[in-house]
């Protein structure tokens, strides 16, 4: 099926300090009015706006017009109801659930306008406002127009591929290298129907950088914006699509992300699988193996030790989540817990995140996780400590102390932490052993 491929230029997006807008509007609104279905004033005074909650925010948020407050429950992936609102200058605010502002924008409404304004989370949790023209002229019959933003900076750099069902991927994506707060410039035309949408890491199309695989029906002589949103795991995606006076369409990820790592200290074999889908195998024991894509949803993992199996109760991957099956403890008595991992990227451009594993089985207390000597987190035995940023550094040290003792257990000097970088310090095994027979201990870098 023939398709035009959006321009490659950004999608005018502006902090919510003020500047804000991109002048895609046709018309800027603002609000300070009743909903559209209780107001009867004319539309040659007046236009319409509705707010799409789009943030990470993971409790429902409110809208203030004019620093009165108009809702106090959008929930995520949700959009407000529609305002008629007077021609002029307004304060529009996405508020939290004290209703403080979280941020605002002062756009000027023309009269006869529609728009619907898409809250994002930007670098640093600012809150950001794109503005979609809800009267884009319609396209010929046959077609639609599409337009994709990026509103998930925790997924990083994209490709968006669009094509029939059945089409392989290829390296000439829709829209390619889409960094997060960009997208197409503009709405462009393309065949009406039923598509298969995926969302790659930037420049790949292997099947383990698919970063949200799924099915997207563009209306006949439609409008439809599509906007990518983040998932709790950080690297897979969701999506929107938006089309003007109607509800949201939430793509969910179908898909989550699991891992199998293994502390036993016998190098024994080791091997996961998640409603009989095999995990990728572990060369021996201790060891961290990689993530494979696996269905979301509830499953019942199960761990294979030198041909014994352990079978956990049943676990539901949370659609979008990263998991790891940790397996820990002795050969005689080897038990397994699953973690969600975090591993969505620091706010900050200029900081890391960090964490720690604990999983040596002789020292049963808590482990202290420290950089360029000072504490950040600890981490009980068989689990891991929160992920905790922390400045972005060349050539410090990261170590791990005995939280009762302060005996070193762990230190690597001359560590670099970069900036945006996730970290999992990995201590696996038996301290008294040998590091690499019986003994895993490792800064690994998770993105």
């Not at 002062?106 to 009269?111: I, M, Y």
């Not at 403890?329 to 817990?337: E, N, R, V």
Request: aromatic share 4%; net charge neutral.
């Amino acid at each position: 099926m023939p398709h035009h491929p959006l321009p490659r230029r950004r999608w005018a997006t502006r902090t919510a300090t003020g500047l804000l807008l991109s002048t895609l509007l046709g018309g800027l609104l603002g609000g300070c009015g009743t909903r559209d279905d209780t107001d009867t004033s004319s539309g040659a005074t007046t236009g319409t706006l509705r707010l799409v909650n789009a943030t990470t925010q993971r409790a429902a948020v409110g809208l203030l017009v004019d620093d009165l407050p108009r809702e106090t429950g959008i929930e995520r992936d949700a959009a407000s109801a529609t305002y008629r609102v007077t021609a002029g200058s307004h304060t529009i605010a996405l508020a939290n659930s004290s209703g403080s502002a979280l941020a605002s924008t002062t756009p000027t409404v023309a009269a006869g306008s529609a728009t619907t304004l898409v809250a994002w989370t930007g670098d640093n949790n600012v809150v950001r406002y794109l503005s979609l023209n809800d009267l884009e002229a319609v396209p010929a019959s046959g077609r639609a127009k599409l337009l994709v933003f990026h509103a998930a900076r925790d997924a990083g750099t994209l490709d968006v591929h669009l094509t029939p069902a059945t089409e392989a991927l290829s390296d000439t994506p829709l829209l390619g290298n889409v960094s997060p707060g960009n997208g197409s410039s503009g709405y462009s035309t393309v065949n009406a129907g039923s598509h298969r949408l995926r969302l790659l890491k930037a420049g790949s199309v292997l099947a383990s950088d698919v970063r949200l695989d799924t099915t997207v029906t563009l209306p006949d002589a439609g409008i439809v914006a599509l906007v990518v949103t983040p998932s709790t795991g950080g690297v897979l995606a969701h999506a929107l699509l938006l089309q003007p006076a109607k509800a949201v369409a939430a793509l969910t990820n179908a898909q989550a992300r699991v891992r199998v790592v293994s502390a036993l200290p016998t190098n024994l074999p080791v091997a996961g699988a998640i409603n009989g889908t095999s995990l990728p195998l572990l060369g021996g024991s201790p060891a961290v193996g990689s993530y494979a894509l696996v269905p979301a949803g509830t499953s019942t993992p199960q761990i294979t030790v030198n041909g014994g199996t352990l079978t956990a109760a049943a676990w539901t991957a949370a659609p979008g989540s990263d998991n790891t099956l940790f397996v820990w403890g002795t050969a005689a008595a080897a038990q397994f817990t699953v973690f969600s991992d975090d591993n969505r990227l620091p706010a900050s451009t200029s900081a890391s995140r960090i964490r720690l594993l604990h999983g040596l089985a002789d020292i049963p207390a808590d482990l202290t996780l420290n950089v360029a000597g000072a504490a950040v987190a600890t981490a009980s035995q068989g689990a891991f400590s929160p992920a905790t940023s922390v400045s972005a550094v060349n050539d410090t040290t990261v170590s791990a102390t005995h939280s009762l003792t302060a005996a070193s257990v762990y230190q690597l000097t001359g560590k670099t932490l970069d900036a945006g970088g996730v970290y999992s310090v990995f201590l696996l095994g038996d301290s008294r052993q040998a590091s690499g027979n019986g003994l895993i201990s490792t800064v690994f870098k998770e993105r």
